[in-house]
């Protein structure tokens, strides 16, 4: 269990931006022999291997292959991206001559208060022209760069305002900007000319490392635990177990937190595109395709609301999940979670079989909740889906808190899910 902390920590540490996240996928995936397959070029696909390919660099799926004829998708899906800030063009701010502040834009929905006072940094991609062709170029600027100074409370006064994220949230970078500005800035880190970079995706990310804390270290600290949390899990069940009957595959996201509708979204045709183009090579028609389908099963894996020890009201009366006692299943009846009786169902059993803990989450009925990835991803491909995901603290807080536990019962039921056969057929 510690070390799969410890590797939790190390992932979340690498990986400052979605970008990151899939090239550190990538990294553990083409270690454990899988081989990178791109969209605009023909594959060649072998039963028995391991395949992955990516969109924008920023959403991957990856894919084995069992040694016999397969019947069809077991697929683990979460999502790389995180609320933050986005960092605008032309970015820079000069305050009275004695001060640089950078432009930014919301990402996502978050709790804007959790980003002041704290060390940040900037991560992305930059696209750079290099002998008449573009490049792309991931940046993190590895060190603590700016902070987001609060308003001291005697001129803001004890009650808390509402924040304007053009005025109250620009990150303070410096007493001067070199000539070039942000820009420059990006150069130096990533050892090119400034006037070679045409364009860039970058975002401010927290720079305090995750942490065990607890009387007992029953708990775990960390930027981006949703949902880097599930992600992480999905890989190394992925990596550390296989089906005879059903090609497994995990998928990592983008912009889950902006809604999915983009062409790297989960909202997008990358799936359906992905499972057609691997039955077609694999020598399934377009019946075959369909079939294929029809008994695939998707987890939707992003991380769940465990009841809150300062506002235990806000959870529901009968279902209140709590840290360290299991993963969650996700249920709603307006179907944003898509779990329903049958799915469910065979989450139970997977978890009975394995002793694996469970619980249930609902909302409470005079609450909305939010959607995540399972709902959307079936109205691309149809298939059974269950939501799940494992008990958190501070959801969309720029540092979260989970339970040590629950990340091994998450990693058990997925190499549970990925092993399974015939048994949690439909």
Not at 158 to 172: F, S, V
Not at 228 to 233: P, Q, R, V
Not at 266 to 278: M, N, Q
Not at 373 to 388: E, F, P, Y
């Amino acid at each position: 269990m510690k070390q799969e902390i410890e590797g939790l920590l190390r992932f979340i540490k690498e990986s400052p931006s979605c970008f990151h996240v899939v090239k550190q996928v990538k990294q553990q995936l083409l270690a454990a022999g899988y081989a990178e397959v791109r969209e605009k070029e023909a594959w060649n696909l072998k039963p028995g291997e391991g395949y992955f390919v990516t969109r924008n660099d920023s959403t991957i799926a990856a894919f084995h292959i069992p040694k016999k004829d397969f019947a069809g998708f077991h697929i683990v899906a979460s999502h790389g991206d995180s609320p933050t800030f986005r960092i605008k063009d032309q970015p820079e701010m000069k305050v009275e001559k004695h001060y640089v502040k950078l432009n930014v834009e919301k990402y996502g929905g978050m709790i804007l208060d959790t980003w002041f006072d704290r060390p940040l940094s900037a991560a992305g991609r930059i696209i750079i022209e290099e002998t008449g062709s573009l490049k792309t170029r991931l940046c993190n600027i590895d060190r603590d760069l700016m902070i987001i100074p609060n308003l001291a409370i005697h001129m803001s006064g004890r009650d808390r305002k509402e924040l304007n994220p053009q005025k109250d949230l620009l990150p303070l970078i410096g007493m001067s900007l070199e000539e070039g500005g942000f820009r420059s800035l990006l150069a130096k880190e990533t050892q090119t000319e400034e006037d070679r970079i045409l364009s860039y995706d970058m975002f401010l990310y927290n720079r305090m490392p995750g942490t065990i804390l607890g009387a007992e270290r029953e708990f775990i600290a960390s930027p981006k635990l949703d949902d880097l949390e599930c992600a992480y899990a999905s890989l190394q069940a992925m990596l550390g177990a296989a089906s005879e009957n059903y090609i497994t595959m995990c998928c990592i996201f983008d912009n889950e937190e902006v809604g999915s509708a983009t062409k790297q979204g989960a909202g997008s045709t990358f799936i359906p595109e992905l499972l057609r183009r691997i039955c077609s090579l694999m020598g399934k028609d377009e019946e075959g395709y369909a079939m294929a389908v029809a008994d695939s099963f998707l987890l939707s894996a992003d991380n769940a609301h465990g009841v809150h020890p300062n506002y235990t009201e806000k959870a529901d009366p009968t279902n209140r999940p709590y840290l360290n006692e299991g993963i969650v299943l996700k249920y709603n009846a307006a179907q944003k979670y898509t779990t329903d009786g049958w799915s469910g169902a065979v989450v139970q059993y997977l978890c009975r079989k394995e002793d694996i803990p469970c619980q249930v989450y609902y909302n409470r009925s005079d609450v909305p909740g939010g959607s995540t990835l399972g709902n959307i991803l079936t109205g691309q491909v149809s298939m059974r889906s269950a939501d799940i995901g494992m008990p958190q603290l501070s959801m969309h807080s720029s540092y979260e808190t989970a339970g040590v536990k629950d990340l091994d019962s998450m990693i058990r039921l997925m190499k549970a899910f990925y092993r399974a056969g015939k048994e949690v057929e439909f």
